[in-house]
């Protein structure tokens, strides 16, 4: 049975910082690009950014290009997520997702395999 399982989301003042994690189970991770996707109260989702399997490749979205960062630990299938300089406008659910490309969809059956999500909200 495959699971994503997010964990790290909270409230956090603007200019702070979180980290995301992502277990992953019940699929080969490491052959997997791994994807942060969210989405915003009352909006879309939108892709955030992804790893390739082997851990060498990233890409960002050009809203959060700088300020996070997306890393993997095959040895303990997880994914992470390292968020800097936290705005308002990253308030969001926070979805983690497998996809045998690198794809940089806002469309949930775009990817092989999705998470529950954790709430991320950056307020003073």
């Known amino acids: 049975q495959v699971q994503l399982v997010e964990s790290g989301g909270g409230l956090v003042q603007p200019g702070g910082s979180l980290r995301l994690s992502c277990a992953a189970s019940?699929?080969?991770?490491?052959?997997?690009?791994m994807n942060w996707v969210r989405q915003a109260p009352g909006k879309g989702l939108e892709w955030v950014s992804h790893i390739r399997g082997a851990g060498d490749t990233t890409y960002y979205a050009d809203s959060v290009k700088g300020r996070f960062t997306i890393s993997r630990d095959n040895a303990k299938n997880t994914v992470y997520l390292q968020m800097n300089s936290l705005k308002p406008d990253d308030t969001a659910v926070y979805y983690c997702?497998?996809?045998?490309?690198?794809?940089?969809?806002?469309?949930?059956?775009?990817?092989?395999?999705w998470g529950r999500g954790t709430q991320v909200t950056v307020s003073s």
């Open positions: 997702a497998g996809s045998r490309l690198g794809l940089s969809s806002s469309r949930r059956d775009a990817y092989a395999y």
């Open positions: 019940g699929f080969t991770f490491s052959v997997y690009w």
